[in-house]
């Protein structure tokens, strides 16, 4: 999905937006820098709060296992928080809201 020439992009249905995730950043650090703001709360994996459902695309963990069941990984629930997008990701999290950038 993603080429090796730049990083991954992430797309946040329903909103429709979409920034790069390089493997430097969680998914939930690198939308922060592209004016995003998704649920979040412990930033470690261990509270839930930011669980979403990727619908498409491929992440490993910053932690050996994150706050997740087998069957939530199986039906593609993720914890952006820890997880850094190796592919283009969508992800579907209806509550993310979009920031205007200061200026």
Do not use: H
Not at 29 to 36: C, H, M
Not at 58 to 69: A, F, H, K, N, Q
């Amino acid at each position: 999905m993603s080429d090796s020439a730049r990083p991954p992009l992430v797309r946040i249905e329903p909103l429709g937006q979409s920034f790069e995730a390089p493997d430097s950043l969680t998914i939930l650090e690198a939308a922060g820098f592209a004016n995003l703001r998704l649920p979040r709360s412990c930033r470690n994996g261990t509270c839930r709060t930011c669980i979403c459902r990727m619908t498409a695309g491929r992440v490993r963990y910053t932690i050996e296992w994150p706050g997740l069941s087998r069957e939530e990984k199986t039906e593609g629930y993720i914890l952006p928080c820890v997880a850094i997008a190796e592919t283009d990701v969508v992800l579907n999290v209806p509550d993310a809201v979009g920031l205007t950038p200061l200026k």
